[in-house]
């Protein structure tokens, strides 16, 4: 079955997982978190899938632009800012460390 990775309005296919894992550690499941993530001046209660020191995937049913730049509101950490680095099926993964724009 072949998926399909959004970059904008641009589908790309992918048929394989990514060859090279480019996470620099290891993410840990999230059972039951949930955030607080501002998406276009609006604030919207996220479930965290996944965290680790330097990004998170969540459940999210908007579609950012890919690069573009939030703040997710997580319990443990507060406000950090975060860029889209993917797209795909209601989820999106986050790299924090990034300026809102």
């Known amino acids: 079955m072949e998926s399909k990775f959004f ?17 620099a ?5 999230v059972t039951s978190g ?3 993530l501002e998406f276009r001046g609006r604030r ?7 965290l680790s020191d330097s990004g998170a995937m969540v ?6 632009d890919i690069g573009e730049s939030l703040l997710l509101q997580l319990l443990d950490r507060g406000v950090v800012s975060a860029q889209v680095r ?5 989820r999106i993964g986050l790299t924090f460390g990034f300026p809102p724009d």
């Open 7 to 23: 970059l904008g309005s641009a589908a790309v296919p992918r048929s394989a997982p990514p060859a090279v894992e480019r996470r």
């Open 25 to 29: 550690e290891v993410r840990q499941p």
């Open 34 to 36: 949930t955030a607080v």
């Open 44 to 50: 919207h209660l996220v479930r965290v899938v996944n």
């Open 59 to 64: 459940i999210f049913p908007h579609i950012p």
């Open 86 to 90: 993917w797209v795909k099926d209601g």
